[in-house]
Nanobody, 125 residues
């Protein structure tokens, strides 16, 4: 499996921006597609975005389209999530996750084998 560590969270005002990073280590020679999920207090974990191994295919959930952008740099074993035009409802712990590229990209958390510890994003109104 691959180990994942997120960073870049913090407190930001509504309308602001953050860039989250997810650094991978371990079995990084294997091909993985990557996803970002988030979990707000009292709510279930939800899919945010995913990106294929090559980076050529991305998916975003409807609530973040046009505001969040997922990207990856395989040379650095790092995946990014650029968060723009943040809203208070974006407040959550954000997790990155990895799944084998041999599978189709999934928006379901159960399909991801490796998870980071999460990074807190708080958006004030």
């Amino acid at each position: 499996q691959v180990q994942l560590v997120e960073s870049g969270g913090g407190l930001v005002q509504a309308g602001g921006s953050l860039r989250l990073s997810c650094a991978a280590s371990g079995r990084t020679r294997s091909s993985y597609y990557m996803g970002w999920f988030r979990q707000a207090p009292g709510k279930e974990r939800e899919f945010v975005a995913a990106i294929s191994w090559s980076g050529g295919t991305t998916y975003n959930t409807d609530s973040v389209k046009g505001r969040f952008t997922i990207s990856r740099d395989n040379a650095k074993n790092t995946v990014y999530l650029q968060l723009n035009s943040l809203k208070p409802e974006d407040t959550a712990v954000y997790y990155c996750a990895a799944a084998s590229a041999a599978m189709n990209i999934s928006t379901y958390s159960k399909d991801y084998a490796s998870w980071g510890q999460g990074t807190q994003v708080t958006v004030s109104s």
